[in-house]
């Protein structure tokens, strides 16, 4: 068994140790998007460019450390505190998934770990939404690429759950 080791300044004993957690910047962001049918609201956590943030997701998606889930979960339970009027009537919370051969690549949904960690009150559901292609890794691509590599990926599977709801993905 190796030791566990910082994914950022690489120090023993924990995969992201405090003196680096506390170094994140918190940075929470919301935009929003209306239509006739549908709003939708995009909260964000943290800058994704931050060096040590892009390592800590990294070590949790790539190098199959599930446990950095534990230290990704505070910041997003902070930001969605305050926006709190956002979440105060959700219904259900899906987590995005991932394919079959990345989950059994990966061992486990980092979308869904999170979930289970900040929306702890709420139905978390991980069987309304499937991933139905194969897609490439998003690391890299442009924002029109990444919108492109996604398109027509994901399918309903359950419209009831859904139908009329206040949907966190």
Known sequence: VMPKRCAHCKSFGAYFCNDCFKKITIKPEKRSYFSAKRRLHIISCVEFQEKIVKEMIHAFKYDGIEEIGVYIAPIMREVISRFQNLFQNTDIVIPVPIHKRKYFERGYNQSEIIAKQCFKKWLVRNDVLIRKHYT??????????????????????????????????
């Open 136 to 169: 490439a890794s998003q690391t890299g691509l442009t924002k029109e690429q990444r919108t492109k590599n996604i398109t027509g990926a994901f399918k309903v599977v359950k419209h009831n759950a859904v139908f009329q709801k206040r949907v966190v993905l």
